[in-house]
């Protein structure tokens, strides 16, 4: 565990999901209850369907609950509406994915840029720069994501979710898409940006390696969360 966590700064209560499925209502998530403090490092793991990325997107602000309520930053978040999620997420929120979700027309550099463009950054160029370099890929700033490899496309998802210096970030098997070598300098390189931005971290993995090193590990089963060993 972390020697010095701080506030939460995520927090779920009684969260349920609900959706319209051929046989009728299916229930993916069941009263789940959650706290992320300031500087933690989360573990969900689980069987695929078992919820886990729809917890993480309930968390994040990108889907609504049935049930319950979700707080992000001190403020609660499931009875605000998309536009009202989204200024609240900016600077605060990152999330690396594990298809890496980069914009296929922008360069490395451009990609970690416009989330800073448009949330106000202050020398959002130097910031962006930056951060490339901190993942190592400041000779690749030009390059579109069809000129990078896997892991590298990766990184740059790991600069573009840094740079603001959220509070809390999310990520989504991010090394789902990684071979074992690559995938092992991916977690490398997230517990050390995570620890230099005294960010908390909640991650979705199957990678038993990095989930032992994580603060904490979760089991995500039948759509309840249960403590992991």
């Not at 070598?181 to 490398?188: L, Q, S, V, Y």
């Amino acid at each position: 565990m972390s020697e010095a966590l701080g506030p939460v700064v995520s927090r779920a209560i009684g969260l349920g999901k609900d959706v319209n499925g051929p046989g009728g209502r299916l229930t993916i998530l069941d009263g789940c209850d959650l706290a992320v403090q300031a500087g933690e490092a989360i573990a969900i793991l689980g069987a695929s369907g078992s919820g886990k990325s729809t917890l993480l997107g309930l968390l994040a602000g990108l889907d609504t609950a049935s049930a319950g309520q979700v707080w992000l930053c001190g403020q609660r978040i499931d009875d605000l509406d998309e536009d009202e999620r989204a200024a609240l997420r900016s600077g605060r929120v990152g999330f690396v994915f594990q298809n890496f979700q980069l914009l296929p027309t922008l360069t490395a550099l451009e990609n970690v840029l416009l989330p800073l463009e448009l949330g106000g950054t202050q020398d959002a160029d130097r910031v962006a720069a930056e951060a490339l370099d901190r993942v190592g890929l400041s000779e690749r700033a030009q390059h579109f994501p069809r000129q990078l490899s896997g892991g590298e496309q990766q990184r740059v998802a790991i600069a573009r979710a840094f740079a603001p210096r959220p509070a809390i970030l999310f990520a989504d098997e991010p090394t789902g898409n990684l071979d074992l070598g690559t995938g092992e300098h991916i977690i490398d390189l997230l517990l050390a940006l995570r620890h230099d931005a005294g960010a908390a971290l909640v991650l979705v993995t199957h990678d038993s390696l990095l989930a032992e090193r994580c603060d904490r590990r979760l089991i995500m089963h039948a759509g309840r969360l249960e403590a992991g060993s």
